[in-house]
């Protein structure tokens, strides 16, 4: 089987990691983003995954060489010379997706992050007999997205409602797809959108299911989701495989510590923290609900909360870092600084406080 990565643009939102890396690259949970994805589909039989991608390939495949090796999996990237949307991309990738064996393949949003149950998902495609399977997972405040209206029992989907006034179902589309090779003739080679232009049409003619996503799902694409993803991956780790989490008296509820990472007397870690390796966490730090990236050293009595720490960077003694405070790469903190919600671009120094939150240049 194949499947497709919808890697896309810049990662603007979520400078600014992604001015050091692309965005499927950036580190969650003390790996790639995108390699959460890639060790999933090669769990059930994928043999070659399609990078659609239209910024720094050559970036992602040097990166993604070692894995390839690893995983015992083909990595290729389909280059977009314009945005091609979430349906175009299919199109140009069309002859790396359609083998003549019929099989349907894979295609995912990078940004998304759940359980992956894509067992699950080639049984009920089967099951159903459509052209195509869209995963969707059940939200507080569908208001705020394209609700996906689903016939009881069967999963056929019905309609599609964009960010409905009234109350018509609180399923959305999650981003995961498997479909037959057919939908690509479907799609033409242009900018399209697969949610509003290809999918109607496939629901009208009623080949097209939905099948609800089990466990957790988010889109961390920006950093408040990123800290909120963390918290739910995390929680699914502790169901799925608790000997991974780090426990002892320094630590409350999940934590993620690399084994190569020191961490220091007398600091209390979590809830939800993830520390990549090499990381030195010195004596007294108090860390909750944040990642630390390769590299990082915080220094004592320091205090981080609700922030994403960037590569190779220092956090200075008695620090406060908090409220969405993201340091890119290679950023040092000086001792005693306050930061609120400051967005800092690489390799700078930080010498006074940001008391509001703002982006430092």
């Not at 089987?1 to 050091?20: D, E, Q």
């Amino acid at each position: 089987m194949k499947a497709l990565i919808l890697v896309g643009g810049f990662g603007t939102r979520l400078r600014p990691l992604t001015l050091s890396v692309p965005k499927p690259l950036v580190d969650f949970g003390n790996k790639p983003m995108i390699l959460h994805q890639i060790e999933a589909l090669k769990e059930v039989g994928v043999t070659e995954v399609v990078l659609a991608i239209n910024y720094q390939p050559e970036v992602m495949l040097n990166f993604l060489k070692d894995f390839e090796n690893k995983l015992d999996i083909k990595i290729t990237c389909s280059q977009e010379t314009e945005p091609m949307g979430t349906a175009g991309p299919l199109a140009l990738a069309r002859d790396m997706l359609d083998d003549g064996s019929g099989n349907p393949f894979f295609v995912l949003n990078s940004d998304v992050i759940s359980d992956y149950p894509f067992g699950e998902l080639i049984n009920f495609h089967k099951s159903h007999g459509g052209e195509a399977t869209i995963m969707v997972t059940k939200v507080d405040e569908p208001s705020k997205y394209g609700v996906v209206v689903t016939e009881q029992g069967t999963g056929k989907v019905e309609r599609f409602v964009e960010k409905p006034k009234m109350f018509v179902g609180n399923k959305i589309n999650a981003g995961i797809y498997l479909l037959n090779p057919s939908v690509l003739d479907r799609i033409q080679l242009k900018p399209t959108s697969i949610e509003k232009e290809v999918f109607p049409k496939i629901a009208n003619e009623g080949k097209l299911f939905a099948m609800v996503l089990p466990g957790f799902w988010m889109d961390i694409g920006q950093p408040r989701d990123y800290i909120t993803g963390l918290r739910l991956y995390l929680e699914s780790l502790r169901k799925k495989s608790a000997l991974k989490l780090a426990s002892g008296a320094h630590i409350l509820g999940n934590v993620l510590i690399d084994e190569s990472a020191v961490i220091g007397e007398g600091c209390l870690i979590g809830p939800d923290v993830s520390i990549g390796p090499g990381c030195v966490v010195e004596a007294g730090v108090r860390l909750s609900q944040c990642t630390v990236m390769r590299g990082v050293r915080i220094k004592k009595h320091a205090c981080i909360s609700s922030s994403i720490i960037g590569w190779h960077s220092t956090v200075g003694q008695w620090a406060r870092v908090e409220n969405m405070t993201i340091l890119g790469e290679d950023v040092h903190v000086c001792d005693e600084i306050y930061s609120n919600g400051g967005v800092v671009l690489p390799h700078k120094e930080i010498k006074s406080s940001i008391l509001k939150p703002e982006i430092v240049m």
